[in-house]
């Protein structure tokens, strides 16, 4: 039986001797003039949509690098020797933490290299190389990368940062937790991503230290819930792989000092699709104005969702993160809007192009709904011969106004609604 398999009674550490409050404030006195103290913001759109009585949303997405994981990285990396700073350090990462040791690693002049999956969004890995870092590229999915990250420390001496499974880089997530009860206080539930689980490690620590009754919820994704039936059998489950649009906590497992405190601190786990970070993405745009990547967006989506029942109550939400590629973006907050029935697209038939596009914009305009996307398309064995195929992509308020648009469009002399992908498609 190794380390990661032991269960109930078999000696896992007290939560205590891994992570305490002490060891959070300590690492908030080491990010004082390092990290920002990130804004609270409340949401009305989002009580309302949950039952709860209050949302207060901590955006870490506009943190220092895009993420929380600047908190951890630092304070793990200035509790480094004088021998391991001169030997530099390596890290494996989806990104996010990527860039939290390479920013450190810059202000603590400590050269670092850091190993990212293959999965990982461009963005992620310029601006690690931007804030000084040696990127390498390898592994299909996280495990992979951390393994030739170990490899690397092996090989070169260099001190290996740790992600999550780590009692400083904990204490520094943890420092969020601290900020969040002081700037949204009385607080009855707060909800944080789990990939490893560094994160809610960190907050839990500080939230139930301050306060025994609040509860804390963790949020994964359903092609990446490890947490739930390792904390359900007291024992770490490991996934054989994971399948989720949210990468930043597409982690397989927890390790030993993460699932130490969990096992003590967190009070529930809850599972949100894909489909659902989408939605919840798209609202943090649109009614938060602010920006945020599927994993940030957990927290939100899970609000959203059946679980956890938060009715009535006053509730903290951690967005994590917001390093999210605009084209990405784009994409999910398109996929949101159709969950929400208020996106559609469709293949017209058209006659006399181009002449007749003019129709097809103003009648949508007419209808009071917007035009997202429009071009020729490739001609299907089934198109006309005679007939210009087209593909659009329309935003409307809801299903029934897309139905009404599509009517609209296909009731025109000039063209023909050939088929409609979307809610509005069942009433149209």
Known sequence: MNGNDRGEGDGWPAAD??????????????????????????????????????????????????????RGAYNRMAGLSDAEREAGVVAASAGNHAQGVALAGRLLDVDATVVVPEVTPAAKVEATRGYGAEVVVEGDIYERSYERALEIAEESGRAFVHPFDDAAVIAGQGTAGLELAEQYPDLDTVVVPIGG?????????????????????????????????????????????????????????????????????VD???????????????????????VAESAGAAGVAALLSDEPDVSGERVGVLV?????????????????????????????????????????????????????????????????????????????????????????????????????????????
Do not use: C
């Open 17 to 70: 001797d891994v992570v305490s409050l002490a060891d959070v404030r300590a690492a908030r006195g080491r990010l004082e003039g390092v990290v920002h103290r990130t804004p609270l913001d409340t949401s009305r759109t989002l009580a309302d949509l949950s039952g709860a009585a209050s949302v207060g949303l901590k955006l870490e997405n506009v943190q220092r690098t895009g993420s929380f994981k600047i």
């Open 197 to 265: 689980g560094g994160l809610i490690s960190g907050v839990a620590t500080a939230m139930g230290a301050l306060d025994d009754d609040v509860r804390v919820v963790g949020v994964q994704p359903e092609g990446a819930l490890h947490a739930k039936p390792s904390l359900a059998a007291d024992r770490i489950r490991e996934l054989p792989d994971v399948d989720t649009v949210a990468e930043g906590i597409a982690d397989t497992r927890m390790l030993e000092s993460t699932f130490a405190v969990a096992r003590e601190r």
């Open 268 to 290: 529930e786990v809850v599972a949100v699709t894909d489909r659902e970070l989408a939605v919840a993405v798209t609202l943090l745009a649109e009614r938060a104005k602010t």
């Open 320 to 428: 994590s993160g917001g390093n999210v590629n605009l084209a990405e973006h784009a994409e999910l907050a398109r996929t949101g809007l159709g969950e929400l029935g208020r996106y559609a697209e469709a293949r017209l038939a058209v006659d006399g192009w181009p002449t007749a596009v003019a129709d097809v914009v103003e009648t949508v305009e007419a209808e009071g709904a917007e035009l997202d996307a429009l071009e020729r398309a490739r001609r299907g064995a089934d198109d006309r011969p005679n007939r210009v195929p087209v593909t659009v992509g329309l935003e409307g308020s809801g299903p029934g106004h897309l139905a009404d648009v599509l009517a609209a469009l296909d009731a025109l002399d000039d063209v023909a609604v050939v088929d409609a992908d979307g809610p509005a498609a069942d009433r149209a």
